[in-house]
């Protein structure tokens, strides 16, 4: 069983920058890959960016490619998502997410606002 527990959502303007952090236990953390997905507002949930059990490997969706950047600390349990260049429509709530053994486990989410 893995828990993970998201934080660092808050306002912010356009063009601002804000960091997430994903704090996992249950499992061995340094086994499995991590991710982040997003929920606006009467939209369905998005894939934004994962990254590979070692950190070698990231991948990123579209609409952040290139303002965006996925990270992990294997020692500290612990996976970030820099966010840089914030647009409006990046406002949603952010989750985290394992899928491990056929499973999928997700954070409760953190919500992020973007104001123009």
């Known amino acids: 069983q893995v828990q993970l527990v998201e934080s660092g959502g808050q306002l912010v303007q356009a063009g601002g920058s804000l960091r997430l952090f994903c704090a996992a236990s249950g499992g061995t953390f340094s086994s499995y890959g991590m991710g982040w997905f ?9 894939y934004v960016a994962s990254i590979s059990w070692s950190g070698a ?12 950047t996925i990270s992990r600390d294997n020692a500290k349990r612990s996976v970030y998502l820099q966010m840089n260049s914030l647009k409006p429509e990046d406002t949603a709530v952010y989750y985290c997410h394992v899928p491990l053994w056929g499973m999928d486990y997700w954070g409760k989410g ?4 973007v104001s123009s």
């Open 57 to 68: 490997n990231t991948r990123y969706g579209d609409s952040v490619q290139g303002r965006f």
């Open 110 to 113: 953190i919500l992020v606002t």
């Open 38 to 46: 997003r929920q606006a507002p009467g939209k369905e949930r998005e």
